[in-house]
């Protein structure tokens, strides 16, 4: 794509972190897509966040990932390959100027529980973000509590694959109301 042929309006992002709270859990791995309105791909972004491996073993604990055992298993073997999260930030940064002109919309699954990570973690990103996002578990609970529809999703927890999966329960969800 041509840095005159930006056409990216949507930021799809999702993070696998140590857990769920912003100020005790770290990010792990990132995962962004660049889509239009349609939801064509434009290009993709994803990278392996350095962590402290006591900080993993210590917060990586529970139901959640005694049940995405491989998940844990591949988060923690990757860990060695990981980059500084401001390494991670500035390559993140580069990426959106790449492919958006004017405002960045983030999209996902939950995705105001990522950005609470990044607020915190990548603050240079988060000010580059509009404060609207578009959050498919909006649509979810609407569609499974007022419809009795719901979309089966697959969670591998997986970055890439979890914002792939968001975007065709979107998709679905607007062919719902199409």
Not at 76 to 84: L, T, V, Y
Not at 90 to 116: C, M, P, T, W
């Amino acid at each position: 794509m041509s840095k005159t042929a930006k056409k990216a309006t949507l930021l799809w992002v999702d993070l696998e972190m140590t857990g769920l709270s912003p100020v005790d859990d770290r990010i792990l791995e990132v995962a962004a897509i660049a889509t239009d309105w349609d939801f064509n791909e434009f290009d993709t972004f994803t990278a392996v966040v350095k962590c402290d491996e006591e900080l993993m073993r210590e917060r990586m604990v529970g139901e959640f990932w005694e049940k995405n055992h491989e998940a844990y298993e591949a988060l923690m073997s990757q860990n060695s390959e990981g980059k500084a999260p401001e390494v991670v930030e500035k390559e993140l940064l580069k990426f959106v100027k790449k492919n958006f002109d004017d405002e960045v919309y983030l999209a996902g699954n939950s995705i105001h529980q990522d950005r609470k990570f990044i607020e915190r973690e990548w603050p240079k990103l988060d000010a580059k973000l509009h404060y609207r996002m578009l959050d498919v578990s909006a649509w979810k609970i609407y569609f499974e509590n007022a419809m009795h529809r719901s979309f089966a999703k697959p969670e591998n927890h997986r970055a890439l694959d979890d914002i792939r999966g968001s975007i065709e329960e979107l998709k679905w969800y607007r062919k719902m109301i199409s």
